[in-house]
């Protein structure tokens, strides 16, 4: 006798039954630097999205080929290519609604995200080059660290090409919030951190990471110390993983989690979804910086409003007073490294 078929598919378990046969893919995703520690898991999570047509993959590593063909095996709709080095950058960015971008070095025990940017400040100016020659129209998603000062580093070369449009560059800060859920989750006795929302604002860089334990649902206190705590552990999220990676690497496989999630949040956006709010760091009008993470609502154009900071208590607004000086000054080395 024939078994009957199982329900065992990938895309209903990441997607819920409606990416089963559901609405036809029509997306085609980019993920520069898709042969690192990030990009591998992240192209398997994105694989597995029913609403990606085209899986593009590119990397300076050669290997990627082989992490395309891999990924390539996963009975899923999207179509994966890879592309390896500049020469095959814009064949690789052609017709993309969406790049997401995690090119670049991590952190070891020790350095601080700024510690990077000799590195990755250009790295970014390269592939967001290519962004502005190839899909200037294209939603671009930034990992690469200092995110601080990275997608300052994205506009610059956006508004040099002419083709900067505020609303499709997205620093991704989702990972703070990812975080935020668990530790309040546990610290709470929450069962199931996924349906805890704590609004993480400011950056991506220690204090400048601001987790809103006052705006938490469901609607619970926390005392003095819990604040204290908890604030501490999420700002120093990734630096726990680096620790324990004991210099070899960061957040890798939250990270690509994380960037899974908020990209399907900008695609489910882009497909016309209505109320698709998420945390990323956009240029805003929240605080006198001029980039800033709140949450934003995400739409047919990318970001359609960005939010507000809301009401804060008194230990937040005493903590985003002393963050914003050192958010500026990361904003400006990324706007001054275009002009130096
Ligand atoms: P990794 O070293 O494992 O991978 C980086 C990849 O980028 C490598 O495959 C490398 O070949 C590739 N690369 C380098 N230069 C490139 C270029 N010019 N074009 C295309 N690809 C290029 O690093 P990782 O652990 O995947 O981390 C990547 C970046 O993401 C780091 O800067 C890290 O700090 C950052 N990060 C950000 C967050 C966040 O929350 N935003 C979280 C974790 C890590
Ligand atoms: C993270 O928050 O995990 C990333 O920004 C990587 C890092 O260097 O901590």
């Not at 520690?37 to 694989?47: D, E, V, Y």
Request: charged fraction near 20%; aromatic fraction near 6%.
């Amino acid at each position: 006798q024939e078994a009957p078929s199982a329900r065992v598919g990938l895309v209903d378990w990441f997607f819920g039954a409606s990416g089963i046969g559901g609405k036809r893919a029509s997306f085609t995703v980019a993920v520069l630097g898709a042969a690192g520690g990030i990009g591998q898991t992240l192209s398997a999570f994105i694989k597995a999205n029913p609403k990606v047509a085209e899986l593009r993959l590119y990397d300076v590593a050669p290997v990627v080929r082989g992490v395309a063909a891999d990924v390539s095996h996963v009975n899923t709709r999207a179509k994966v290519s890879g592309y390896v080095g500049d020469d095959e950058l814009e064949a690789c960015l052609r017709g993309c609604d969406l790049v997401i971008i995690p090119a670049g070095v991590p952190r070891k025990p020790g350095m601080s995200r700024d510690d990077l940017f000799g590195v990755n400040a250009g790295i970014v100016r390269t592939l967001c080059e290519g962004v502005a020659k190839t899909c200037p129209n294209a939603i671009v998603n930034i990992i690469s660290n200092p995110v601080n000062s990275t997608v300052p580093i994205a506009a610059e070369v956006f508004k040099n090409h002419g083709c900067y449009d505020a609303r499709k560059l997205l620093g991704v800060t989702h990972l703070d919030v990812m975080r935020a859920k668990t530790f309040v989750a546990a610290a709470k006795g929450f069962d199931d951190p996924t349906l805890v929302d704590v609004p993480v604002i400011g950056g991506h860089a220690g204090t400048t990471i601001l987790p809103l334990l006052s705006q938490t649902t469901p609607r619970c206190s926390f005392t003095p110390e819990e604040v204290s705590a908890l604030t501490s552990r999420i700002q120093n999220g990734g630096t726990e993983v680096v620790e324990a990676k004991g210099g070899a690497g960061s957040a890798t496989l939250s990270m690509a989690a994380a960037a899974a999630e908020f990209a399907d949040a900008c695609l489910r956006g882009l497909s016309g979804e209505s109320g698709i709010w998420a945390c990323a760091y956009v240029e805003s009008k929240a605080t006198r910086a001029p980039f800033f993470a709140t949450k934003v609502l995400l739409g047919r154009n990318g970001v359609e409003r960005v939010a507000g900071t809301g009401t804060l208590s008194s230990y937040e607004k005493r903590a985003l007073e002393s963050m914003l000086p050192e958010l500026e000054a990361s904003i400006k080395k990324g706007i001054n490294f275009l002009h130096s």
